[in-house]
């Protein structure tokens, strides 16, 4: 072969292009995605470990709402008998609230003047609640959440439902 031939087959010859990639350096690529996955695995698992947790919030904040509404319906079916309506209310407040903690959970049962200058659901109190005063009833809950918990701190949730006895 002449030198002219040579050259040509030099020229003709393609250089590795920087893409493809070359024995040695596949295990440095490997640990290389090995420590970026130890690097946003903490942080992935925070964001969802968080989404979780809000979720959790969300449902036992509609859980109390729903529950404060419960008793104030079983409260205004009560009007023949106004010094149990407490007692009521308990029952189904604890029923529809189910899901969560009892011991986290305080009720506060009112009676609102409407129709009188004022009204008592305590036994014995005068005067009692008649048709068209209202009841209301509010609930606390405190929510213990995951995160918060580690800083020292709690949620308070509440609901309030007032109905008017009929």
Same mark, same amino acid.
């Given at each position: +072969? ?9 020229? #003709?010859?393609?250089?590795?292009? *920087? ?14 995605? &090995? ?10 698992? &925070? !964001?969802?470990? #968080? ?5 959790? +919030? ?23 008998? *106004? ?9 189904? /407040?604890?029923?529809?609230? @189910?899901?969560?903690? $009892?011991?986290? &959970?305080?009720?506060?049962?009112? =009676?609102?003047? !409407?129709?009188?200058?004022? =009204?008592?659901?305590? $036994? #014995?109190?005068?005067?009692? *609640? /008649? ?7 509010? &609930? ?17 949730? @509440? ?8």
């Amino acid at each position: +072969m002449t030198i002219a031939g040579r050259a040509r087959s030099r020229v #003709g010859h393609r250089a590795p292009t *920087p893409h493809q990639p070359r024995g040695p350096r596949r295990s440095g690529r490997a640990g290389q995605s &090995l420590v970026e996955f130890a690097l946003v695995i903490p942080i992935f698992m &925070l !964001l969802l470990g #968080g989404m979780v947790d809000v979720g959790f +919030m969300l449902y036992s904040r509609m859980t109390v709402i729903s529950a404060s509404r419960e008793g104030a319906r079983a409260a205004v079916n009560q009007l023949d008998n *106004p010094t149990g309506i407490p007692i009521v209310v308990d029952g189904a /407040v604890r029923g529809a609230a @189910s899901g969560l903690t $009892s011991r986290d &959970l305080s009720i506060v049962v009112e =009676c609102v003047p !409407l129709q009188q200058a004022r =009204c008592d659901l305590v $036994s #014995g109190g005068q005067p009692d *609640p /008649v048709s068209g005063d209202a009841i209301n009833v509010t &609930l606390n809950y405190t929510y213990h959440s995951i995160f918060l918990t580690l800083l020292g701190t709690t949620v308070n949730l @509440s609901g309030s439902t007032r109905m008017v006895l009929e």
